[in-house]
Each structure stands twice: as structure tokens, then as C-alpha cells.
């Protein structure tokens, strides 16, 4: 409804508010997938003016893209999205990040935005509150996890070679000491790509086998260090995307305490990627025995995480956190004369941390987020998670022709098909996944997990019911059936 008397700006106010909520209400009811692929989007903006010589009013043009981008709206914040590992929205957050781009506040500017920096500082210290990190912690911000790795692993970069004589901000890697990365075989991707970022090269990972859940196997860890007399990153990981595994986080600190004790305490460095399993930690008092996956995680030096997954804080909530701040500092810095605001610093500013200048004042949904749920709600959220995801695993385990591959330990459940007589696994699988993307009731992802073509459902949005975890179960075997049954 638009109030005809309302100026232009208030009826463009009015009707992107009342859009907004109706696109919400619709999400648990509309079917999961876009009606449209970006093929046909493509098709309909080339049919507008290459370029438009004159302009519209706001409202109309608003209204024009909403029609045009619609149909190829994914529900991705819908209680039947299992796709990838994308969390919903909480409507706290939302909001709150309606006004951060109504402030429109640069966040990279410190003083320049008070409340921006005061929220981003308190946010963090509350993240790493309930996430049990050591009290020091400090961090910043950044658009998600691949960020967040890179940002500590930029820090841990510094830290080692610095230690070894060599001032990498200044010199660059050219004539650099060696520096070594340990990840596991099942690291995330990202790790890989932070690493190439940095200009450390593939070559610098050593990968360290796991364990059929995709577990680093920390034997085998002790024993690689053990032959490491470089400087050493150690990457563990909370949470495979897969299996949703965690690294058994007290045996590799303790190689890693052993190792500085054998090396000196700036030899190695130890990196959680816990994009979206740190959050088990918060799973306490609600579920203890998933907190504990990820215990011993305070002992690492920086951990890599995110809002947007577990927390449903809306795109783009990084989180880089580093045990002490000055590593990351230095990897960050950035100068500049005139990006003083003439105020003198008052409070910590996590925007010289992050490797943008300008940048969206992320603090505030995530505030905002935590203030509404609470230690816990959180807890219970996440516990939440876990309990979705193995009432679905065990209505899967009851169907004939399904296999859940992984323990599911936490909010990930690894599904294998029977391949249909006479049809490759890997393109039984994908026609089943598109099948059941089309049929609307829910939308999982396929990936391969040890040489087997599988699809992979994520449990990680706040508005998922176990009543949605057994429709999409059921969704999954009445899509195969009816695949099985086509000509
Ligand atoms: C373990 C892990 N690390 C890193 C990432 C990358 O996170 P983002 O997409 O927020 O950059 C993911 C994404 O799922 C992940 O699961």
C-alpha cells in the first residue's frame, strides 16, 4: 500500500517496505528454486535500451527490477534451502542492515564513524565471548570466511617471517626464507586460494592426510612437523564442508606446542577455519557433546569464520580474529594524510585490520543479531542445526536407495544415490538434483566426497522445522521415484 499523499521518496519507502515483507512471508510457501536461470534474466534486460539516455522515477525504476529480477530469486534464505552452506536471515539482522545502508556509514574510516567502530569492536568482542577465544582477541570484519582466511593467514605470514629475520612488508617474498603451510586433504578451497593471494605459491602446502570423515590425521601431522625446520603454518579446520567433520583441534595443538617447544615460540603458527563450525563452541549449554568438537580451538593463534552461515546474519559477515592484533595490523596497514578524521582515536578501530579502505559497517547487523538470540539463543539455534540435520539423515536412512556417507556430527548430512540401471552415478545424481531443484519443495547441492558422486544438504537456517527436514527427505524420494520411473 502507497499513501498517495507521501512525498516521492516516502512511496518508494513505503512500497520496497511492504515488497520486502511480503517476499519474506512468502518463503517458507514459494518453491525454493529461481523460476528462471540467468540465461533468461540476460535475455530480458538485453531487451531495454542498450543504454538508457534518460532516467525514471525511483519508484518505477525499483518496480521495473523487481519484476525483471524476480523469477531468478533463489529462496536461499528460506526453512528448505540446504544448499552450498547459506544461512538464512534473522529479521533482526535484516533490519539492521537495512539502516546500515540507510547510515551508509565507511566503516574504514574510524573515528569518521563512530557508532560504526563502537559496534564493530563490541560485536567482535562478543563473538569471541561466546565462540570461548581468549579475551585479547581482536579483529575485524571482512565480506566472509575466504576473506577471513586470507587476513590470518596474511597475519601469520608476518609474524613467522619476521621472526625469522625478515621483514615481509618491506621486502616483499623475493629472497624471503621458506614458509610452509600444513593443511588437511579436506581443507576448504579457500585455504588454497588465500595461500596462492599471498604470494606463497601451491608449492608451499604440505597436505596431510585425513581420515574418512575428512579429519587431518594428527599423527601423521606430528610426524611432518617433526621434519619441519622452516617457519610453519598448521591450518585446522572446524567443520568440513562435506561431512561437517572438525579436526581433532587438541592433538594439533599439542604437536604444535611441542613443536615451539623443540623450535621457539614464533616457529609455527596455528589457524582455525571455522567458517561455520567455530559456532559449535556456542552450542553449550544446549548440546554439550557438539561444543566439544570443537574444543581446544582457544589455543590457536587466528581463526577464520562468518555471521551469514550459522549466525543468518544477511551477506556479507566475515569474521577475522587473531589472537593478538598486531601481526594483523601490519599486514593491513594502510596511509594516507587525508583518511584522518581530524578526531583523535578513542577505541580499538577494526578497520584498519581488514585489507579494504572503504567498507560497509558490518557491526551492525551483527550486533544486532546476537542482542536479539543472546549466548542462548545461540546455543540453542545451533543445537537446533544439529537436531534438523539428523532427523533428516534418519528419515534418508529409511528409504531404500539412499545412504547417508557421513557421521553427522553437525549440520551437514552427505547423501549417496543407487545409480538408476544404466545411468553413470555422476549423471544419476546431478539429473536427480536439478530434478529436485525443479520440483520446489527444496534445494540441495551435489558435490563429490572420496571419489563418489553425492548430494550434500546444509542445515543452517533458523527457520528450518524438523517438519521441513522430513519434506525434504520425503521431496528426495519422491523426485527419485520419479526419475527412476521416466522413459
Ligand atoms: C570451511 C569453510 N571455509 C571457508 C569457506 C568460505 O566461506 P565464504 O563463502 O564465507 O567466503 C567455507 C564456505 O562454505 C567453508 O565451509
Not at 65 to 74: H, K, Q, R, S, Y
Request: negative net charge; hydrophobic residues 45%.
Amino acid at each position: 500500500m502507497v499513501d498517495s499523499e507521501a512525498s516521492e521518496d516516502e512511496r518508494l519507502w513505503q512500497w520496497v517496505a511492504g515488497y520486502a515483507q511480503q517476499y519474506r512471508s512468502s518463503l517458507g510457501v514459494r518453491p525454493v528454486a529461481a523460476g528462471v536461470d540467468s540465461r533468461a534474466i540476460a535475455q530480458k534486460l538485453s531487451e531495454l535500451d542498450a543504454l538508457p539516455q534518460s532516467g525514471k522515477p525511483a519508484l518505477e525504476c525499483i518496480q521495473e527490477l523487481v519484476a525483471l529480477a524476480e523469477p531468478g530469486i533463489t529462496s536461499m534464505s528460506g526453512p528448505r534451502f540446504a544448499g552450498w552452506v547459506v544461512g538464512g536471515t534473522l529479521p533482526a539482522a535484516l533490519a539492521a542492515d537495512w539502516l546500515t545502508s540507510t547510515w551508509d556509514q565507511n566503516a574504514g574510516v574510524g573515528e569518521g564513524a563512530p557508532a560504526a567502530t563502537a559496534f564493530e569492536n563490541a560485536a567482535l568482542a562478543w563473538v569471541a565471548a561466546l565462540l570461548r577465544l581468549p579475551e585479547a582477541v581482536k579483529g575485524t570484519l571482512v565480506t566472509g570466511a575466504m576473506s577471513a582466511n586470507f587476513c590470518c593467514l596474511a597475519a601469520a605470514r608476518g609474524h613467522l617471517l619476521e621472526a625469522a629475520g625478515w621483514d615481509v612488508q618491506q621486502h616483499g617474498l623475493f629472497g624471503a626464507p621458506a614458509l610452509r603451510v600444513l593443511v588437511g586433504n579436506e581443507r576448504h578451497e579457500t585455504i588454497d586460494k588465500a595461500v596462492r593471494l599471498l604470494g606463497l605459491g601451491k608449492r608451499s602446502l604440505t597436505c596431510i592426510e585425513a581420515d574418512g570423515q575428512g579429519r587431518l590425521r594428527p599423527s601423521v601431522l606430528a610426524r611432518e612437523l617433526d621434519r619441519c625446520a622452516d617457519p610453519v603454518v598448521v591450518c585446522a579446520q572446524a567443520g568440513n564442508v562435506n561431512s561437517g567433520s572438525f579436526d581433532s583441534l587438541s592433538e594439533i595443538a599439542d604437536c604444535v606446542t611441542r613443536h615451539r617447544e623443540r623450535h621457539g615460540p614464533s616457529s609455527v603458527w596455528l589457524h582455525i577455519d571455522g567458517a561455520f563450525g567455530l559456532w559449535a563452541r556456542a552450542a553449550e549449554p544446549h548440546a554439550p557433546a557438539l561444543a566439544a568438537l570443537a574444543d581446544a580451538a582457544e589455543r590457536a593463534d587466528s581463526w577464520a569464520t562468518d555471521a551469514h552461515k550459522i549466525l543468518n546474519v544477511p551477506y556479507d559477515s566475515g569474521i577475522a580474529l587473531c589472537r593478538e592484533p598486531r601481526s594483523l595490523r601490519r599486514a593491513m596497514e594502510t596511509g594516507g594524510a587525508y583518511l584522518d578524521s581530524g578526531q583523535p582515536r578513542t577505541t580499538f578501530q577494526p578497520g584498519l585490520l581488514g585489507p579494504e579502505l572503504s567498507r560497509r559497517a558490518r557491526g551492525f547487523a551483527l550486533w544486532a543479531a546476537l542482542r536479539h538470540l543472546g549466548a542462548a539463543g545461540v546455543s540453542e539455534l545451533v543445537a537446533r542445526y544439529a537436531e534438523n540435520a539428523r532427523c533428516f539423515a534418519q528419515a534418508i536412512g529409511g528409504q531404500a536407495g539412499l545412504r547417508v556417507l557421513n557421521d553427522v556430527c553437525f549440520n551437514q548430512v552427505v547423501v549417496l544415490l543407487d545409480a538408476k540401471a544404466g545411468t553413470e552415478p555422476a549423471a544419476w545424481t546431478i539429473q536427480v538434483v536439478r530434478a529436485l531443484q525443479a520440483e520446489g519443495t527444496c534445494y540441495a547441492t551435489p558435490s563429490s566426497w572420496h571419489g563418489r558422486p553425492v548430494i550434500r544438504f546444509s542445515f543452517c537456517n533458523a527457520t528450518t522445522t524438523q517438519e521441513d527436514a522430513l519434506r525434504m527427505a520425503g521431496a528426495l524420494g519422491r523426485v527419485i521415484a520419479e526419475e527412476q520411473a521416466r522413459e
